[in-house]
């Protein structure tokens, strides 16, 4: 598929890290984007999922590796040309109203949309009756709303959104899952980091776990999630067999039946993101606490 | 920096200054900084008025009238033009010092950052707005300073657009510092580091008289080395000397003696001094800027 970002072995140490005791916020992280893709970036708190979307968008310098938007060094001029950006922690001007927002972004942006992409933006977003309301008066999932208003200014080819829903209501953030298939219906790839693993599992294409700063599983949200086993309604009440695929139930079946057991059902259980999530950060050791430094890092 | 990027950068320049710029008017800043000044020379006009007219009764007979109107006239511009560079070096000192870090803290510079727009233009756009907003403010105040002067029989300003340029160079350079300061503190050192700053230049300015007048060569030239690096305090000294620019005999040697620093010529060194500073600042800026992880 064609890639909108192609990022190789990005590692990023802060300054100051090692003396800290901490490693590698970022130790050699490979992903690619698709065109039209939306990736799910999940990872425990301190993984480093904000920092690859930062050196992604230019304002944290890799310290090694590469990654190239739309064949652009991320943090060059045409390489911020071609993406948005809501960061996790942001704050706009109180006195901005949403609408004079985006054409300040606009500006910024070098969009020619005008006023219509604004109507535009803030209808996708739901603020369109607020376009004159100002962001001191925004509540907070409002202003995450022009937030991601603001990302899809000038339709950049990659749009970056770091827990974008965090402050929004459950209506606020299934609407935000339109948005973001609106996006890929129209060739835009999404970047979406999030700690809402349902929400991710509705709307990916694709997920990267990340633990530790390392990448470590990747793939479609129904391969990565697999089957959760199978559930046999018997005489003697319900039975899980987690360990069961598919293609081994007609085997049990019969294997149940010449035992004497009588079957009145089965049932194939699909597993859920949430649990390939668990199992793997249980697998790597990526409890959520920063990666401790190489040598002497108790200190 | 391509080519395609030098043709955006004015733009990218005067985008991020008109941002700083309806910030400070969104900010009310503009509307304390006016009622304040106001306040400022509604106070100097009622002093300028007291003394002027009844001042050669005081200074006694020996010398001519219009001399002493003038020499006094010429102190009270002195007084007005240190005033105004107070004054407008808070508005600098204010437009710029949340620029990086400030702003930063409270992730409103990231939507910026990550748009196609040149580090050094985010620099120097604030450096510009600061400039242009001390610029108004010294031809309001030194304008209506020097009328009302006038007005009360003293004399005008030698050359009032030099004295009005003089003093938006030193803020220009002020605003410079401040967004420097700005790279590696957050808004209240950066705002104290540059107020300190301030006061450091002045008693530059002050040391190298005390040291010029006790015939103390190595500190005069010691404290003239801070002037100079500091820049600003040179600049204001322009000012002052352009304010007697062309008037000989007395009026300027009250100015020389007076408690405000000395005064210089604001000429091409000068100038060359400002622009020197500029490119500095804002260069060490932008650096610091690229380095930063936001
Ligand atoms: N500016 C910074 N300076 C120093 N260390 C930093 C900085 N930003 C992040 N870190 C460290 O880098 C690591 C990764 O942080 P990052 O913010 O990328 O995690 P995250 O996956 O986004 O976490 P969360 O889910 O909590 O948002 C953490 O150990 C964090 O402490
Ligand atoms: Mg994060």
């Keep these: 598929m064609d890639s909108v970002l192609v990022a190789q072995e990005l590692r990023k140490r802060y300054r100051g890290a090692q003396r800290k005791g901490r490693g590698d916020a970022l130790g050699g992280v490979s992903l690619s984007i698709g065109r039209g893709e939306i990736v799910g970036l999940l990872g425990p708190n301190g993984a480093g999922k904000s920092t690859f979307a930062k050196i992604v968008c230019g304002l944290v310098r890799p310290t090694a590796g590469s990654a190239l938007l739309d064949g652009h ?17 942001f704050r706009y001007p109180p006195w901005a109203t949403a609408d004079g927002l985006l054409r300040t972004h606009q500006r910024l942006a070098g969009a020619d949309g005008g006023a219509s992409e604004r109507g535009e933006l803030l209808e996708l977003v739901g603020l369109g009756d607020a376009a004159e309301v100002k962001v001191a008066s925004m509540s907070k999932g409002m202003q995450q709303r022009l937030g991601l208003a603001q990302a899809l200014v000038g339709r950049p080819p990659l749009v970056l959104l770091d827990e974008p829903t965090s402050a929004l209501d459950p209506v606020g953030r299934a609407h935000v899952r339109e948005v973001l298939k609106e996006l890929r219906d129209r060739g835009q790839s999404v970047l979406l980091s999030s700690h809402l693993l349902p929400e991710v599992e509705q709307v990916a294409d694709r ?10 599983i990747e793939g479609r949200p129904t391969e990565l999630a697999g089957t959760g086993g199978a559930e046999f309604d018997l005489a003697s009440g319900i039975v899980r067999r987690p360990e069961l695929r598919r293609e081994d139930l007609p085997a049990e079946v019969a294997r149940l039946v010449a035992a004497g057991e009588q079957v009145y059902g089965v ?20 409890d959520g606490r920063p990666p401790a430094a190489p040598a002497g890092g108790d200190r | 920096m391509t080519v395609a990027a030098l043709k955006t950068w004015p733009r990218d320049v005067v985008l991020v200054a008109s941002m700083a710029l309806a910030e400070l008017r969104h900010r009310r800043s503009l509307l304390v900084v006016s009622v304040l000044t106001v306040g400022f020379l509604v106070l100097y006009g009622w002093g300028v008025f007291e003394i002027l ?25 002195g007084i007005a033009v240190f005033a105004t560079f107070s004054l407008a070096s808070v508005l600098a000192v204010f437009t710029t010092m949340s620029t990086v870090k400030g702003e930063a803290e409270l992730g409103l510079l990231q939507s910026m950052l990550v748009r196609p727009i ?7 756009g604030r450096v510009v707005a600061a400039t242009f907003a001390g610029f108004v403010y010294c031809a309001v105040v030194i304008s209506g300073a020097s009328l009302l002067t006038s007005a009360a029989g003293g004399t005008p300003p030698g050359n009032l657009p030099a004295v009005i340029l003089a003093l938006t160079a030193a803020l220009a350079v002020v605003a410079g510092f401040g967004v420097l300061l700005s790279t590696v503190f957050g808004t209240a050192a950066t705002g104290m ?16 008289q005390i040291g010029e007048s006790t015939d103390s060569p190595t500190v005069a030239a010691r404290a003239d080395l801070v002037s100079h690096v500091l820049g600003f305090n040179v600049l204001y000294e322009g000012a002052l000397g352009s304010l007697t620019a062309g008037v000989a005999g007395l009026a300027g040697l009250v100015i020389q003696l ?21 490119v500095l600042l804002v260069s060490a800026a932008t650096w610091r800027l690229r380095r930063l992880d936001l």
Excluded at chain 2, 118 to 124: D, F, G, M
Excluded at chain 2, 193 to 208: K, N
Excluded at chain 2, 258 to 278: K, M, Y
């Design chain 1, 207 to 216: 997920v990267a776990i990340i633990a530790r700063g390392r990448l470590i």
């Design chain 2, 53 to 77: 007219p009844s001042v050669t009764d005081r200074v006694g007979a020996n010398i001519r009238e219009e001399d002493t109107k003038r020499g006094v006239g010429f102190i009270l511009l």
């Design chain 1, 267 to 286: 049932r194939e259980l699909r597993g859920t993101l949430e649990e390939a999530y668990l199992r793997a950060v249980e697998e790597h050791g990526g």
């Design chain 2, 258 to 278: 007076g408690p405000f620093g000395t005064q210089r010529e604001f000429g091409s060194d000068l100038v060359l001094l400002t622009v020197a500073e500029l």
């Design chain 1, 73 to 89: 060094p991320v943090g060059s001029r045409a390489a911020q040309a071609r993406l948005g950006y809501l960061a996790e922690l």
């Design chain 2, 118 to 124: 040149a580090r050094s233009a985010v620099v120097t």
């Design chain 2, 193 to 208: 580091a540059t107020t300190m700053l301030i006061s450091i230049g002045f008693f530059s300015s002050l040391v190298r």
